[in-house]
Antibody, heavy 121, light 107 residues
Framework: QLQLQESGPGLVKPSETLSLTCAVS??????????WGWIRQPPGKGLEWIGS????????YYNPSLKSRVTISVDTSKKQFFLKLTSVTAADTAVYYC????????????WGQGILVTVSS | EIVLTQSPATLSLSPGERATLSCRAS??????LAWYQQKAGQAPRLLIY???NRATGIPARFSGSGSGTDFTLTISSLQPEDFAVYYC?????????FGQGTRLEIK
């Protein structure tokens, strides 16, 4: 059964770069028909999609609200993918989830447990 | 960007009652709509995908309906474990968007 696990610093200073890793177990990233990505949730608030990549098409999609600051990349040999968010502010404080869905289905059945990242000096 | 509006914001019901949650899209999403349940401190759990298909392991008391711009999640007989926050999500157009959530609380 596929599992996702986020890791990274729990505290980032304002103006610095948030960097997270999602480790994939029980499956491969380099297979067709799946979107992999990141979703975040500020404390007490709703869900915000950050971005996704489609390995088969080597295409990455980003939320326009974050596009100038976000990069999603992948290392298939390590079965990991990554999130980088630059110039963070307190508004970027959130639980960050890595996720996967089948490309022709609407929902995300697979989520990591989430990692809380706090932006504070 | 497609905006999803969920109503009501909060729904207060008793165990055994029927719950009806609504999600309205700012433009047609076809049937590309999903529903999630989220409990405190947990990741969201996919309940319904493609508007009306139950995800693996989801009890039959959960059902989804609708197409185009109007969607409904129905819980036929509320169990104590069903009180949580529910979100809808569309994938028709980038960016993927979520509704703001409906909190289902015990009356």
């Amino acid at each position: 059964q596929l599992q996702l696990q986020e890791s990274g610093p729990g505290l980032v200073k304002p103006s610095e770069t948030l960097s997270l890793t999602c480790a994939v177990s029980g499956g491969s990233i380099s297979i067709s028909n799946y979107y992999w990505g990141w979703i975040r949730q500020p404390p007490g608030k709703g869900l915000e999609w950050i971005g996704s990549f489609y390995y088969s098409g080597s295409t990455t999609y980003y939320n326009p609200s974050l596009k100038s600051r976000v990069t999603i990349s992948v290392d298939t040999s390590k079965k990991q993918f990554f999130l980088k968010l630059t110039s963070v502010t307190a508004a970027d404080t959130a639980v960050y989830y890595c996720v996967r869905r089948v490309d022709f289905w609407s929902g995300y059945p697979t989520w990591g447990q989430g990692i809380l990242v706090t932006v504070s000096s | 960007e497609i905006v999803l509006t969920q109503s009501p914001a909060t729904l207060s019901l008793s165990p055994g009652e029927r719950a009806t949650l609504s999600c309205r899209a700012s433009q047609s999403v076809g049937s590309h709509l999903a529903w999630y349940q989220q409990k405190a401190g947990q990741a969201p759990r996919l309940l319904i995908y493609d508007a009306s298909n139950r995800a693996t392991g989801i009890p039959a008391r959960f059902s989804g309906s609708g197409s185009g711009t109007d969607f409904t999640l129905t819980i036929s007989s509320l169990q104590p474990e069903d009180f949580a926050v529910y979100y809808c999500q569309q994938r028709t157009n980038w960016p993927i968007t979520f509704g703001q959530g409906t909190r289902l609380e015990i009356k």
